[in-house]
């Protein structure tokens, strides 16, 4: 008699999240099964996917959590007004669609939209199972007044995974991130009371797995060798792009720690995109003025310097995390997934490279809103 492996994941994970409270040994014995012959992961619901989509969408361990997910990823900080208009129906198809393809990573923060993001994705997320998807949000960073911007207090970290699993209508998450580290009054609050509560809450089963965020990879990587609790993933954004390469350079340090590596942020905030950044952008004007070359440059070819940020940054990092509100956004990043890009495009793709050649080499912008946070309000 044949043994339908696929069933019998979703089954130890349906028991698993019921009783996860009670029994936290099924728990750790669950994360760690391994199905290594399986074409379809763990999160694959039979009568609710598109096996077809499904099985066209690769995927990528996230470092040693053993959850197996999408190279590309479904940021949902356009689910606020956080990044300009958007349309609650039309969040919620783009949800069912990109989890029914196969999208099966969804990030989130109550920094967007101060909450918004996570009550909207919560909304999205009704009729849609559990077992479907995984979702990660965040601590430490919440209010738009600075004085009130970054907390990462015990008290505040406690209270804050309980609002959001609220606005999640969700027992627990999947990942639960301390939200730009470098924010934070020192590294010693970081490593001896966020980090601490956030292990906390994953023993409580509200969270299953760990990870910080951050600009500046050097502070990443630093925060992973003093924490006494252990790191699982890091979401970098804005460092590997092509006008940045700084996260590639860290990639051997954090793959011999067994770290996911999530990708945010491949067309730098706007900067790599035919329409340009928004006015706030940290970047410098000699930046911007060369990735504004490079998009002319696209734009006059008819060409998205967006879709060609895109393809990079899946030709060069294993899980791409991509913001998406609607479906036209998700048809075309999975497209670039599956199919790349044509002829034409890749001719462009190669001149605009030579153009942001013109560039320093890992054109960033560090210190820049640190700095501008840390100065004193007047």
Known sequence: ????????????????????DKVPKIRLQYKFIQFSEMSLPETYVHGFHDEALVREMPWHPLG??????????????????????YDIEECKRTIYEAIKNGVNFIDTAP?????????????????????????????GRYEKEVAKMFDFSVERTRRSINESLERLKLNYVDLLQVHDVEFAPSMDVVLNETLPTVKEIVNSGKAEHIGITGYPVGVLKECIEKSKVPIETVLSYCRSTMIDYTLNEYLPFFKSKGIGVINAAVNSMGLLTNNGPPGWHPATDSIKDVCKEASDYCKDRDVELGKLAVYHGLNNSDVVLIGMNNRKLLEYNLDVLKNGINEKEQKVYDDVLQILAKL?????WENVELERFRKPQI
């Open 111 to 139: 920094w967007y939209g101060h909450g918004e993001s996570e009550k909207v994705l919560g909304q999205c997320l009704q009729g849609i199972p559990r077992e479907a998807y995984y979702v990660a949000t965040k601590v």
């Open 360 to 364: 320093p080499a890992n054109s960033q």
């Open 1 to 20: 008699m044949s043994i339908n492996k696929r069933a019998i994941h979703k089954y130890i994970r349906l028991f698993w999240c019921i009783s996860r």
């Open 64 to 85: 040693n959590t053993g959850m197996q997910v999408s190279r590309i990823a479904l940021g949902a900080g356009g689910f606020s007004y956080f990044y300009g208009d």
